[in-house]
């Protein structure tokens, strides 16, 4: 009897301190693993942050690292923040004039195309009457931004749940929010080219009800047009300003400050960009960047195939590509990447978790 308890003690006891030793070396190995994690994330930020080009990158190697990235915790860095924040806002100052305004605006006086910078548009009665008191937000009044790009890599992604999170939602070239579990349907702010209307929108005049129609999805958000960025984009912009106005009084139509944008572009400029022409997608997330606490990026990702090598349209909505000559959409992505890496602002390139983060 004796024997048999203490045999039965002997054997729990071993047992136990077995369990414990597989206890402890589990901590242990997932302390190593993730002591070794941080080393290879720092590291990997390193790299990412000292690249110069995208150029002659290996895509496939170059999916790898973003994909390793993605997988690493993503920490807010303030020092990196601020300092960008400030200095988007003493050259271009979103707050004050990402828009035309009648604050930043005098009766009369002549705005300067953004790209043909000699060409004038003089602010007479009937453009001030267009424009809108303010621009709808101040410095640093907005917490929580989402910047949905329109990259193939969105479709599937069901980052949905996690993009209606956010307190102010902006989007581009009137994208479609039906396939709403991945690209969710909240809306603040959306963009629209004058090419997609001159093609899109003939005779909007007397016919603005199926402009209205596609706008109506997207509730009271602002719709923010180039009007001022070449003189032939005038006219379209101005024409949907009108067809709104009656069809949905509702919406408003706002039109880029074309100093904005040209000062944006030489600010980037400045900074290695070499495209002619900044994309519409990097202009507002360098706004959302001033204006907003904390950024989050979705569907930025310019290559045809995802982080795993499976092929993606160029649109989550259709397979139509950019104008290479015009953008230079990878060296713009590695920018963004940059700023991810350096904690600034967040980057989303892959299939959302369920839980949306803080
Ligand atoms: C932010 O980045 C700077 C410069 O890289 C670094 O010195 C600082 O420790 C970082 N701050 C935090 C909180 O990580
Ligand atoms: C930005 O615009 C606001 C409003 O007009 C102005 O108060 C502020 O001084 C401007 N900031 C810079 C850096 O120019
Ligand atoms: C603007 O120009 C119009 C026509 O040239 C003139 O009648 C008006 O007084 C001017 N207004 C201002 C505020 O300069
Ligand atoms: C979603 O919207 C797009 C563009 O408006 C349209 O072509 C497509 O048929 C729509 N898809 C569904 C499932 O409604
Ligand atoms: C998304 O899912 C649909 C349906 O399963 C599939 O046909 C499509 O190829 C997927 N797209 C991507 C980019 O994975």
Known sequence: MCYLVLFILLCSGTLLSITLIDYYQHQRDGFLD????????????????????????????????????????????????????TELWSCCNASDRLMVTRQNTNLNQSLSYEIQRWRKRKVDQALWEMLPQTVPWSK?????????????????????????????????????????????????????????IIKGYTDLQRNPGHLAEVLSVYGHAHLLLP?????????????????????????????????????????????????????????????????????????FWPFPQDLSHNPLPHHYYDNVGPNRRMHAMPEEFLLLLQLHSQGALQLHAGPCTLTPTP
Not at 175 to 195: H, M
């Open 227 to 299: 009007a001022f960025s070449s003189a032939s984009g005038t006219s379209p912009c101005f024409k949907v300003y009108h067809a709104l106005r009656k069809a949905r009084p509702q919406q408003e139509v706002v039109f880029f400050h074309p100093d904005y944008l040209f000062e944006l572009g030489r600010f980037w400029r400045h900074r290695g960009q070499r495209a002619r022409r900044l994309s519409t997608g990097l202009m507002l997330a360098s706004t959302a960047l001033e204006i907003c606490e904390q950024v989050h990026l979705y569907g």
């Open 140 to 196: 640093g009044s907005l917490s929580h931004c989402a910047v949905v790009g329109s990259g193939g890599i969105l479709q599937n992604s069901s980052c949905g749940a996690e993009i209606d999170n956010a307190d102010y939602v902006i989007r581009f070239n009137l994208a479609p929010i039906n396939k709403s579990y991945d690209v969710g349907v909240k809306t603040d702010l959306i963009t629209a080219n004058p090419s997609q």
């Open 34 to 85: 993730s002591v070794q994690k941080r080393l290879q994330c720092g590291r990997l930020r390193e790299r990412l942050v000292t690249m110069t080009t995208i150029k002659k990158v290996d895509i496939a190697l170059f999916s790898q690292e973003v994909r390793e990235l993605m997988d690493c915790p993503w920490r807010l860095n303030l020092t990196h923040r601020e300092l960008h924040r």
